[in-house]
């Protein structure tokens, strides 16, 4: 009797298995795929059946890639715009968080809610009038741009996390600082911000993916060859050549490199980042 | 602290009006900065746009815009391929979320159980979600290739369920195919981390106390996880709805833009066309709005069912 229930038990456990290893499979093989593309000659780019494991391995595919086309500026260009933008977006929602968290202010909670709209506004929707302020700011075909517009996505939805996590400080911390004669912008600084880390890096993270990934206003801003972000300069490359898949996909792996970088490092505050607030990568 | 600022005495008015002017100034250096930016990149586009819808935008000279009234949004109501593009779009949503709630909610009760590896599942499961659009969408592209494509080879050669290669990218209908799929695919990380926290929410003692009592795992799920799971299933359904009527890049580029036909857009794809290759920023603007509109009435139906669980 017993022995079967534990039986039972590790049948069941193996059928998870069996699961998990097939969903993995699932999401792998595209990935896979895709390395083993980047690595295959041209002449074999269609070949039958397709192979996942290369019969010829070049890394022509990045050499050209990177030589030719100009994706190490890409790669930069992305690279600053994502740093300024987690920079600036930090900054930003820290100091409106502070104050919605801690200070009194006349119409705060209006204010919090005009702040909050942003999070229930479709991002392209934007893209329409975003342009001609850009427009008229000189903004357009500028990183700055960039920069500027994804800020302004983020920091109503990072605000409201910042919040969350400010006002689950001690308030006696900072009232001790108070009575010794402290500002608020010290104590900010000196003591809610260190002790509020996690939620830093939870909004540095969703910053910095949000914008490496961001293609549909780059792809309006920006014209000029020099001044495109990793996304742009993919798509746009692989229409211009449409069957370079190898070339198309070694692009790819050296725009997702930073990505995994990212994750791995800061997987925990991650996972703890997706579960609490629901926040979409 | 917020004792000070009760004190409302009617001899205290005057002073409490000049204390509350002089909190407004020192919360002044915190809001500012980030004001203006939201203000200036966000909230002011926002009401900019409204503005625009309503006339036939004059993109060369704002000043010698007609104001047409309502008429953009009339035309985009009349439109065929307007239409065409909001019943790809609901279709999108109505396969892309249900899809990616079972997958999901299917891998979180797995991952549930005391199972070794549980990390590295998770982290491999959450590659998709954090991939740029733009790469798993070339990747989807390449693998639906008619001719030596992945997935007729495996259809045709491996599985022998076609008999010869389909073309799905040069079909309307079938182009949806790869565009579904990748949304279930790069979606259900999310939905499965969402949903895991949700399960172990679940206090492991009312489902040992069925089980002995005899409940059977389908039995159980279906009573008791199920149940006090609904919270969770509400607001994945509401987040992954607003994101489906907002899909935009895999279409676009799968698609190159509607094609063939301007039968396979999606409402932003469409607004896309009309704004930035037509210039017909008045009849793009109506359209967004129209989306957007769709998009706030179901944020509010989420704050509703979510309010009595969530302070905001």
């Known amino acids: 009797m017993n022995s079967s229930i534990q039986s039972n038990r590790r049948r069941g456990k193996a059928f998870t298995y069996l699961l998990l290893v097939l969903g993995c499979g699932f999401v792998v093989v595209p990935f896979w795929f895709m390395i083993a593309t980047s690595l295959k000659p041209q002449a074999y780019i269609f070949d039958i059946p397709p192979k996942l494991i290369p019969e010829e391995v070049t890394t022509a595919n990045y050499t050209e890639a990177l030589g030719k086309d100009l994706f190490g500026i890409y790669f930069l260009n992305s690279m600053m715009v994502a740093l300024s933008a987690v920079a600036l977006t930090l900054f930003l929602s820290s100091l409106l968080a502070y104050a919605f968290a801690r200070l009194e202010f006349p119409a705060k909670e209006q204010i919090f809610y005009v702040l909050l709209l942003g999070m229930m506004v479709p991002p392209v929707m934007l893209i329409i009038p975003q342009f001609l302020v850009a427009k008229n700011l000189k903004l357009l075909d500028s990183l700055v741009g960039l920069i500027v517009v994804y800020v302004a996505m983020n920091v109503s939805m990072q605000t409201f996390l910042l919040r969350g996590f400010f006002e689950g400080i001690p308030r006696e911390l900072e009232e001790a600082a108070l009575i010794d004669g402290a500002s608020r912008w010290k104590i900010m600084w000196r003591i809610v911000l260190p002790l509020s880390r996690p939620g830093l890096a939870v909004v540095a993270i969703f910053t910095f993916l949000y914008a490496w990934d961001e293609f549909p206003w780059a792809h309006v801003a920006i014209r000029e060859t020099t001044k495109r972000t990793l996304p742009i300069g993919i798509a746009l490359f692989q229409s211009q050549h449409l069957t370079q898949w190898g070339q198309v996909f070694a692009a790819s792996i050296f725009a997702l490199i930073p990505v995994v970088v990212v994750f791995a490092i800061f997987q925990r505050y991650f996972v703890r980042g997706i579960s609490t607030t629901g926040l979409k990568g | ?312």
């Open chain 2, 1 to 312: 602290m917020t004792a000070t600022s009760a004190g409302s005495a009617p001899a205290m008015r005057g002073r409490s009006t000049g204390l509350s002017l002089r909190r407004l100034g020192r919360a002044a250096l915190f809001l500012i900065p980030g004001l203006a930016v939201y203000g200036t990149f966000l909230l002011g586009p926002m009401v900019y746009s409204a503005r625009i819808s309503f006339y036939d935008w004059n993109i060369v000279d704002p000043t010698r815009s007609e104001p047409v009234g309502l008429g953009n949004y009339a035309r985009a109501i009349a439109d065929p391929v307007f239409r065409r593009a909001v019943v790809n779009t609901l279709v999108y949503t109505l396969v892309t979320v249900p899809g990616q709630i079972v997958v999901g909610v299917a891998m979180a009760l797995l991952l549930n159980q005391a199972i070794r590896g549980r990390a590295f599942f998770r982290v491999l499961y959450y590659l998709p979600v954090i991939t740029p659009w733009v790469i798993v969408t070339l990747l989807f592209e390449y693998m639906f290739v008619g001719q030596g494509g992945l997935v007729n080879w495996l259809l045709r050669d491996v599985l022998g369920v076609i008999q010869q290669n389909v073309l799905w990218l040069a079909d309307p209908i079938l182009t949806f195919v790869p565009i579904h799929l990748l949304g279930i695919w790069k979606g259900v990380g999310w939905t499965a981390i969402i949903a895991l926290a949700g399960l172990q929410a679940i206090p492991q003692d009312l489902l040992d106390v069925a089980s002995v009592d005899g409940a059977t795992p389908v039995a159980r799920f279906r009573h008791i996880t199920l149940p006090l799971l609904r919270p969770v299933l509400v607001f994945l359904v509401v987040v992954l709805v607003i994101g489906g009527l907002n899909a935009y890049i895999s279409n676009l580029l799968i698609t190159d833009g509607g094609n063939p036909l301007d039968r396979t857009h999606f409402v932003l794809t469409l607004m896309y066309e009309a704004t930035f290759t037509r210039l017909d920023f008045g009849y793009g603007a109506a359209i967004s709005y129209l989306l957007a509109a769709f998009v706030f009435m179901v944020s509010v139906v989420q704050i509703r069912l979510l309010r009595r669980r969530v302070e905001l």
